[in-house]
């Protein structure tokens, strides 16, 4: 089977659609570059538009000097600890849900298990 071209494709009045309300704010920075060091990457974890939030993450972002960028908003994203990510490449080489709390595929699950009901 070989891959399909479809870069010519335009998209008219096309949305994102999230799939939960929470996610985290991650900084970018003026040359494009997410704020983070030795793979770790400055965030807060919340509610999408908490004011708070996001001002706190420019305030640690001029604290480090890089005041200039942006926050970003990830959908859906959440912090996992080294465990946690060992945890969940071992689900994935069992075949199960890598992350046990990504609720779109909770719903996708259960779904397919009704149809096959």
Known sequence: MSAVDL????????????EVPWGMYVWECADGEILGQD???????????????????????????????????WSGKRRVTDEELEEQQTREKL???PDPWDLGALRDEAMAQRVRA
């Open 39 to 73: 793979g770790d990457i400055m965030n807060v974890f919340c509610l999408k538009g908490d004011r708070k939030a996001l001002a706190a993450l420019h305030e640690a972002a001029k604290h480090y000097g890089h005041g200039d960028g942006k926050a970003v908003w």
């Open 7 to 18: 870069s010519g494709l335009k998209t008219t009045n096309r949305r994102q659609v999230e």
């Open 95 to 97: 075949g199960l849900t």
